[in-house]
């Protein structure tokens, strides 16, 4: 068994596009992530859910308890603002090696999916053939591979 | 908007729980970690699915990309086998502060579940009352409620 035979459709979003969108398509396909392509369509990232709320949220606020729990609820417009205006590329966390992008050929083995997966801890990884995105391989997919006879 | 009222059911485990089935739980369930509970039944942990790979994996095979790459796919069984006679608690990372855990009383502001998901970059928080799970909240049901009007 390939990468390529066990990848599944998944949203891929563009660095361009615009922050907003994509963090609700991230919420509405109850996506862990998404996949971001470049300006020529190769895959350059794995945008975290985790990431999104990083920019909505300002720092002050993720560092102290005591002042999350005082932020009015309805303050939660304003953190919305925040999105508007930007785009992909500006959520993205600083440009990692490529090593550490959760990215696999199409021919790697579930052997090498499972080990970039655990070694990343991403929920999941990207699948390319020919440096186009075919679909994304999931961590229940790649257990349910493992570990059903 | 309260945590509690963001709260969908979830599955949990105990760390007793056979390390096997629990796995195979969550690739079922398709969910991005499970809650784990002590014995008394009060959550304890969030169990990644990185964690189980890193479980399932061999260190060599994780820290060479190499060596995973002619890891032959037969040895997928053995893999298997791994996680048969073990428990959950066998699973778990080294016990964090109570602080880094992904858990939050179900009077817990949608701010401060979010500030927590960010800071602790996880998929996914565990809801008590009065110590019990009474569900969890997803990244994307939380980007929802913020993003959507």
Redesign the interface.
């Known amino acids: ?1 390939r990468a390529g035979q066990l990848a599944q459709p998944y949203p891929t979003v563009s660095v361009d596009d615009d922050a ?1 969108s994509s ?2 398509l ?7 992530g998404l996949i971001v392509c470049d300006a020529q369509g190769r895959p350059c990232a794995v945008l ?3 990431q ?3 920019f ?2 300002p720092r002050y ?3 102290d ?1 005591v002042l ?2 005082t ?1 009015a ?1 309805q ?2 417009d304003d ?2 603002s925040r ?1 508007v205006h930007h785009t992909v590329r500006e959520l993205l966390p600083p440009r990692p090696d490529a ?1 550490d992008l959760p990215i696999v050929d199409c021919d ?5 999916v ?10 999941l990884v990207a699948v390319v053939d020919q440096d186009k995105v075919i679909g994304a391989i ?12």
Chains 1, 2 share one sequence.
């Not at 991230?26 to 862990?32: K, V």
């Not at 499972?114 to 929920?123: E, T, V, W």
């Not at 999931?138 to 006879?149: K, N, V």
């Open positions: 068994m907003l963090a609700r991230m919420a509405t396909q109850r996506a862990p975290p859910g985790s999104v709320l990083n909505l949220l606020i993720q560092d308890p999350a729990r932020f609820e303050a939660a953190l919305r999105l090593s790697a083995t579930t052997i090498e499972a080990a970039l997966m655990a070694r990343l801890r991403s929920p999931t961590i229940s997919a790649i257990l349910m591979h493992f570990l059903t006879p």
